[in-house]
């Protein structure tokens, strides 16, 4: 059985970072897309970052391009959202999805695994 266990949320002030992380397990890691998404209250789940298999490529959404970088560490079956220059409007719970794509996956529809989420707070 596949799981995702995202963990690194917390509460952070503006302008501050947070490094999240995503284990993995239950598929091999190193075949299968991942990808960040964030869903904030009352609002619709969106996409955030995406990498591909090997790590050599991503992709990010416009609002977070230059502040957050998505990594993979293959042998460590856990994948990485570095945030900086975090802003209130990134508050959020941030979930991380597995799917089977030799390129990074931006829709949701795609991904056939999510984690819990992890809650991110950004205070002004």
């Known amino acids: 059985q596949v799981q995702l266990v995202e963990s690194g949320g917390g509460l952070v002030q503006a302008g501050g970072s947070l490094r999240l992380s995503c284990a993995a397990s239950?598929?091999?890691?190193?075949?299968?897309?991942m990808g960040w998404f964030r869903q904030a209250p009352g609002k619709a789940r969106e996409f955030v970052a995406a990498?591909?298999?090997?790590?050599?490529?991503?992709y990010y959404a416009d609002s977070v391009k230059g502040r957050f970088v998505i990594s993979r560490d293959n042998p460590k079956n856990t994948v990485y959202l570095e945030m900086n220059n975090l802003k209130p409007v990134d508050t959020a719970v941030y979930y991380c999805?597995?799917?089977?794509?030799?390129?990074?996956?931006?829709?949701?529809?795609?991904?056939?695994?999510w984690g819990r989420g992890t809650q991110v707070t950004v205070s002004s």
């Open positions: 999805a597995t799917g089977w794509s030799s390129r990074p996956i931006t829709s949701e529809y795609e991904y056939d695994y």
């Open positions: 239950g598929r091999t890691f190193s075949s299968y897309a």
């Open positions: 990498i591909n298999w090997s790590g050599g490529s991503t």
